[in-house]
Nanobody
């Protein structure tokens, strides 16, 4: 399974960005719809932290408190993609954002240990 994140950039505080993660897999590997998906971020000299997650079916969504009401995670199982719509961005949201996939479904949670596959990261910079 390979994950490719895109959509990062530089934005002023209060602005919006939309991140996308495209997932490709080898033949005979589990379908994209079998993976829980998550977004994490890592700021300089800080540990990687959970931002938002969505279950394999899309029925369960969970966010870290600091982004509730501002970030929305969604997935399109037909297109093998997961998105993170970010609005009301703050300078403290500046980080490299990573998408991740967890398998088997229903176990990923909010820890990095729950995710098996990771994208390369995309930089989000919010200026004050």
């Amino acid at each position: 399974v390979q994950l490719q994140a895109s959509g990062g950039g530089l934005v002023q505080a209060g602005g919006s960005l939309s991140l996308s993660c495209s997932v490709s897999r080898r033949a005979f590997s589990p379908a994209f719809s079998s993976y829980d998906m998550g977004w994490f971020r890592q700021a300089p000299e800080k540990e990687r932290e959970f931002v938002a997650g969505i279950s394999w079916s899309g029925n369960s969504i969970y966010n870290v408190d600091s982004v509730k009401g501002r970030f929305t995670i969604s997935r399109d199982n037909a297109k093998n993609m997961v998105h993170l719509q970010m609005s009301g961005l703050k300078p403290e949201d500046t980080a490299v954002y990573y998408c991740a996939a967890g398998f088997p479904p229903g176990r990923a949670g909010i820890s990095t240990e729950g995710y098996m596959y990771w994208g390369q990261g995309t930089q989000v910079t919010v200026s004050s």
